[in-house]
């Protein structure tokens, strides 16, 4: 588990709801309307969760002042699985595997917005070191949409140790880098695969850049070098959704 027991956003915390995770407490906004709210009020006493309604001042304290949507809940969040039952559990089911590995994401909100993004493009697991990746806080869970309660996701003590596992399980291996010239359009991305992805400014280790089995690029056509990692991420997800024939 995460050690923060805090999340927040009326989207998030219905998700949560909905994915029987274990929730001690919601406090709720004095006064809170809308269709959004009522649908999470309902399902809040279809689980029998506990509730306070509680003033303004309470949940910005709770939250450190971000955006609640006057909906906060007090659970331990995430639950992440190990590597070999996550490899095993999806070879055993899927035809085409794809997997997510993230190497140096540092920023929460990123690491939320690729984790939705994956949800959204059939990834089957997202594989991160245990140590410097972002801690799956609350606001990394709001960004996210829920979609951490849906995805599984691993924690390893090396990335590069879990590329020789996949590899092993016969999933190729491709690094999003700058440092290459293959584009990565001209990939056949239509087989089992793992997608690793780097931070803007440290990029892909470089003992893990020299183990994977091809390594590829999205074309800049403007005068900035480097893209969001969230948004080159959704970019290159959705061009392995249209190489699997899904539209």
Known sequence: ????????????????????????????????????????????????????????????????????????????????????????????????????????????????AIIRTAECTGVHGIIIPKTGSA???????????????????????????AVYYLQSAGISVIAATEKTDQAIYKLDLNTPLALIMGSEDKGINPSVLKIVDNKAKLPLLGSIDSLNVSVACGAILYEIVRQRNYF
């Not at 956003?9 to 407490?25: C, F, H, T, W, Y």
């Not at 689980?47 to 309604?53: D, L, M, P, Q």
């Not at 799956?136 to 949409?145: D, H």
């Open 135 to 161: 801690t799956l806080s609350g606001a990394g869970i709001k960004t996210s949409a829920g979609a951490a309660f849906k995805i599984p996701l691993c924690k390893v003590d090396h990335l590069k140790d």
């Open 1 to 112: 588990m995460e050690e923060n027991s805090i999340i927040f956003g009326i989207r998030a915390v219905q998700e949560a709801l909905l994915s029987n995770q274990s929730i001690d407490k919601i406090y709720l906004q004095i006064g809170l309307q809308g269709v959004n709210y009522q649908e999470l009020n309902s399902l809040i006493r279809k689980k029998g969760i506990a509730t306070s309604i509680v003033p303004l001042e309470k949940l910005n304290t709770l939250t450190k002042f971000q955006n609640h949507q006057g909906v906060v809940a007090k659970m331990a969040p995430v639950e992440y699985i190990d590597l070999e039952t996550l490899v095993e559990n999806v070879i055993g089911k899927v035809e085409k595997p794809l997997f997510l590995l993230l190497d140096n994401i540092t920023d929460v909100r990123n690491y939320g």
